[in-house]
């Protein structure tokens, strides 16, 4: 098999998987998915995370979906100065197949239909191979410093598995 076979291989399977807006139906399979990706951290209650999501742009959170399974996900905003991607996640037996790219496209699109300017994400600086990744979209490193402080503590939830 040639690597274009291979190339046209991935395509598909990534064609196969459906882009379409989050709906409350998705909640369990994406923090599922969520956890999986290992993008769950203690300090952020996915539930909240989407619950939260929910009331600010919802139609810019997006699940791409296959065989009836939610296999990838993106949470989109745009602060009218920034856009940002956060929780892009992708099956991990999905992975290699242009899925992440394809929901990244979506984000861009989304994103530059609003006048977006420029896109920033948040990745942990140990994260080497999404880093990778995303420099093989064309992201690059900006020399800046992350800061943040919590406003509200996200609090155990008794009904969260």
């Not at 409350?24 to 599922?32: K, L, N, Q």
């Amino acid at each position: 098999m040639s690597s274009s076979d291979l190339l046209e291989g991935a395509d598909a399977a990534a064609d196969a998987a459906r882009i379409r807006p989050f709906e409350v139906a998705d909640t369990e399979p994406v923090v599922a998915l969520w956890r999986a990706a290992g993008l769950v951290v203690p300090w952020n209650d996915p539930y909240l995370d989407i619950e939260r999501k929910l009331t600010v742009q919802p139609e810019m959170f997006l699940v791409g979906e296959a065989g009836g399974a939610v296999v990838a996900t993106a949470m989109i905003g745009y602060d009218g100065h920034r856009g940002w991607v956060n929780y892009l996640a992708v099956d991990g037996s999905r992975r290699g197949e242009g899925l992440g790219a394809r929901m990244m496209a979506e984000a861009e699109r989304l994103l530059s239909e609003r006048g977006c300017a420029k896109l920033n994400l948040q990745v942990r600086s140990t994260n080497a191979g999404v880093i990778a990744f995303y420099r093989s979209l064309g992201y690059g490193v900006d020399e800046v410093t992350s800061l943040g402080k919590r406003l509200i503590p996200d609090e155990p939830r008794a009904d969260a598995p």
